[in-house]
């Protein structure tokens, strides 16, 4: 077998692919948390104050845009992978996989980022382009 697979450019274009998946998936959720209703959501449900209302939406919509344009990738999938941990335990309380409150999309969007945080940003990327951003920001 041969050990050069990631230089292979459909790998490149895979990652890409789920990079941009993953950031518009998350900058499409997070730019919903910014109606005033999620606030209603996050003091009754949740019991979080309405001031979280912006730094959650932020904390998805943010890393979600540096996945799409390939900065800063392992830092904004560990950041997102946080976020997913937190609604699968803390939002879903892990209560099942499917139906009802089930966290299957959560556990994949997680999945996913994890890959991320191995695979990094790829060759098609901005960190790619710009060679003087240390490897262990891309």
Not at 20 to 43: D, E, M, Q, W
Not at 48 to 77: K, N, W, Y
Not at 78 to 89: Q, Y
Not at 103 to 122: H, K
Request: charged share 10%; glycine share 12%.
């Amino acid at each position: 077998m041969d050990a050069r697979l990631s230089q292979h450019s459909l790998h490149d274009i895979a990652n890409m692919g789920m990079r941009a998946a993953i950031g518009v998936i998350f900058i499409v959720h997070g730019s919903g948390k910014f109606n005033p209703g999620f606030a209603g959501f996050l003091t009754g449900g949740l019991g979080f104050p309405a001031e979280m209302q912006i730094p959650i939406a932020l904390a998805e919509v943010v890393p979600g845009i540096l996945l799409l344009i390939g900065i800063f990738t392992r830092m904004s999938a560990s950041l997102l992978s946080i976020v997913m941990i937190g609604a699968i335990f803390y939002v879903k309380q892990a209560g099942s996989l499917t139906g009802e409150r089930g966290f299957e999309l959560d556990l994949i969007l997680l999945a996913s980022c994890l890959v991320v945080i191995v695979a990094g940003p790829g060759r098609v990327s901005v960190s790619h382009v710009i060679k003087k951003i240390p490897r262990w920001l891309h």
